[in-house]
């Protein structure tokens, strides 16, 4: 899930971990103890409105919807217990766990979901995710754009039913089932709260929100009545204060943190005493530069071309970042169902760079460029800076810099044609991570004209036909083949610059019992045990 991360050279998200155990199971039962990570402040705890990674590391833990993912990335159950599918592939019937509760102890019953898909697709709602989550779903659609009050495609035969039906068969639909715009909230906490409501969540997860100190701190405490089985901890403490997380883990503050590339290499020193805490992870994401078609001059696709064959990002990836990270070359990244390693990427050729310059409407006058990126300083970090470089040397245009502060950022990157709003960036940094694993989650949900996560509006009508064929198509690997046939378009028409996939460098405590990093963010804490 988690659709944006933030572009930072700590490699990346402390907390995301899985346990080791099935999370279809449950934890045991409170061995007790306090698990202590440093994190990010949440920009919101509002399963509906949340598109960031560092928002639903805490939504995950404090809510649930119908199903899950487990470490093997398997849907699995969450709420619902059990589900059947048409023979038409278009209506799911959900069985509800009965044992399935409010943290307040108040059963969660079908009547809730149908609340809860209303809410997060009515446009006073304004969220960012449900057009893209929950727009398969019959009447989604007329719902968001205000054509209709109602969704016709949910309803709760009774209060253990819930039945939903699609627009079309969709092979993916279960996947995105667990992310948290489909989970469920509580109707009276959300009335009751007003726009604070999320200060004190009444959910359904293996956590409860003790407090939130923002900019400070973050408590989680466990849920006993969790109906797949209460955590084994008592409680998860949260540094969202900032500082450095090497230093605090070096002096006992936190048992989980991230390595940054300055660290890497004295931890790799098996003479180290931290060698032993040290935890290698992989992760299903993508860093890139993105191209704002709608503005000049990336509207003109030799341009695009020409900005990516000028940079030596082989270089950046050895150089820069250590080959600490995966080389991008498309999309997806490695461990991702339909993953094509002989996709071919941009090729480093500043000769042919500068041609296609001159032979773009520009004629190689360009107006003034500037890379945007989420950021707390002016500086781009040190990847941003190569790429500028690279740009100036290569391909003799002067790109300027620009770093917004991440809330601010994701707002003014969201494009939505309905409201005649645009992304004002014409070229950013960015990171996706993957919310299930499936190449749709990449391919169509990025690159599709008519998709509202389609911030650079790229458009090409191949590729619109490519990922519409492959929302339908049944067999596995012509669904797969039909997204790296549009992948491979998307990167020779230079839709963006492909960057890199992450991997977790970590630092665990001995006494953590139960961890290991996992490449989606999925619930997890209610698993780790501490054993001192």
Aim: proline share 7%; glycine share 8%; with cysteine.
């Amino acid at each position: 899930m988690k659709r944006f991360f933030l572009l930072v050279t700590v490699l990346l998200l402390a907390t995301a971990c899985t346990p080791t155990d099935s999370p279809t199971s449950g934890g045991g039962g409170g061995t007790g103890g306090e698990l202590r990570v440093f994190g990010d402040d949440p920009i919101t705890l509002d399963p509906a409105v949340m598109s960031d990674t560092s928002s639903a590391e805490y939504v995950v833990e404090i809510f649930g919807g119908l199903l899950t993912l487990n470490r093997q990335l398997r849907v699995v159950p969450d709420i619902a217990d059990s589900w059947t599918i048409s023979p038409d592939g278009k209506t799911y019937t959900f069985k509800l766990n009965p044992n399935a509760k409010f943290h307040d102890g108040k059963p969660v019953t079908s009547k809730d979901f149908v609340y809860s898909f209303e809410r997060t697709t009515d446009a006073k709602t304004n969220s960012p995710t449900a057009d893209t989550y929950l727009g398969d779903i019959k009447g989604v659609l007329e719902k968001l754009s205000g054509s209709a009050k109602s969704l016709s495609g949910v309803k709760a035969p009774d209060d253990q039913t819930l039945q939903v039906e699609l627009d079309a068969p969709r092979a993916y639909f279960l996947a995105k089932m667990q992310y948290p715009t489909a989970f469920v909230v509580d109707q009276k906490n959300v009335e009751a709260g007003g726009k604070n409501w999320t200060d004190k969540p009444n959910g359904t997860g293996p956590f409860k929100l003790e407090s939130w100190d923002k900019g400070n701190k973050l408590s989680l405490t466990r849920n006993p009545n969790y109906h797949l089985g209460p955590a084994k901890l008592d409680r998860v403490k949260v540094n969202i204060a900032g500082g450095n997380g090497m230093t605090m883990f070096e002096n006992d503050e936190i048992d989980i943190t991230a390595i940054g590339l300055a660290d890497i290499e004295r931890i790799e020193d098996k003479s180290n005493p931290l060698n032993k805490n040290y935890v290698i992870g992989k992760s299903l994401d993508l860093s890139y530069v993105g191209f704002n078609a709608e503005l000049p001059p990336f509207d003109d696709v030799k341009v695009r071309q020409a900005f990516a064959m000028s940079v030596d990002n082989a270089k950046i990836v050895a150089n820069v970042l250590k080959d600490k990270v995966t080389l991008a070359k498309g999309v997806l990244p490695p461990d991702m169902p339909g993953y094509n390693p002989g996709v071919k990427g941009p090729k480093f050729d500043p000769a042919a760079a500068k041609q296609l310059l001159q032979d773009s409407k520009y004629r190689g006058s360009l107006p003034p460029i500037t890379l945007a990126a989420p950021g707390a300083t002016t500086s781009l970090g040190p990847v941003g800076d190569a790429f500028l470089e690279q740009w100036k040397t290569n391909l003799g245009v002067d790109v300027k810099a620009q770093t917004v502060e991440f809330a601010t950022f994701l707002s003014e990157l969201k494009r939505d044609p309905a409201k005649s709003k645009k992304n004002r960036y014409q070229m950013y940094m960015m990171g996706w991570a993957a919310d299930y694993p499936d190449p749709q989650d990449f391919v169509d949900i990025l690159f599709n004209s008519t998709s509202l996560e389609n911030n650079g509006a790229y458009k090409s009508t191949e590729v619109d036909s490519l990922v519409n064929r492959a929302r339908s198509e049944s067999d596995e690997g012509k669904r797969f083949a039909l997204y790296q046939q549009a992948e491979q378009i998307i990167v020779n028409e230079a839709a963006f610059i492909p960057m890199y996939h992450t991997q977790h460098y970590q630092l665990v405590k001995d006494y953590v019992k139960g961890y290991q990093p996992t490449p989606l963010i999925i619930s997890k804490f209610r698993y780790i045990s501490i054993e001192k």
